[in-house]
Nanobody, 115 residues
Framework: QVHLVESGGGLVQPGGSLRLSCAAS????????MGWYRQAPGKQRELVAT???????NYADSVKGRFTISRENAKKLVHLQMNSLKPEDTAVYYC?????????WGQGTQVTVSS
């Protein structure tokens, strides 16, 4: 069983920054993909960024150049540094861990960008 716990959400003004973190625990193998998805009210959940165990990253076009994903394999942590935040970044952000055909989700953390 895999358990994911997110932290770091909150309220920030447009142009500000936030850093989300996700701690994974449980039976986790080395070849996993970790990432972040988000879901705004009335919209479908969408990919924000992913990072492989080898460090390969993938970003949604809407966050490229503003968000940076990173991971600490030994500590089973993944981070999302979010800069130049916009009101349209407001959403619940979910941590994701994928191993083989299995996928696991955190409970979500709210990010609100508003003046």
């Amino acid at each position: 069983q895999v358990h994911l716990v997110e932290s770091g959400g909150g309220l920030v003004q447009p142009g500000g920054s936030l850093r989300l973190s996700c701690a994974a625990s449980g039976s986790i193998f080395s070849r996993i993909v970790m990432g972040w998805y988000r879901q705004a009210p009335g919209k479908q959940r969408e990919l924000v960024a992913t990072i492989s165990s080898g460090g390969n990253t993938n970003y949604a076009d809407s966050v490229k150049g503003r968000f940076t994903i990173s991971r600490e394999n030994a500590k089973k942590l993944v981070h999302l540094q979010m800069n130049s935040l916009k009101p349209e970044d407001t959403a619940v952000y979910y941590c994701y861990l994928g191993v083989g055909s299995m996928g696991y989700w955190g409970q979500g953390t709210q990010v609100t960008v508003s003046s």
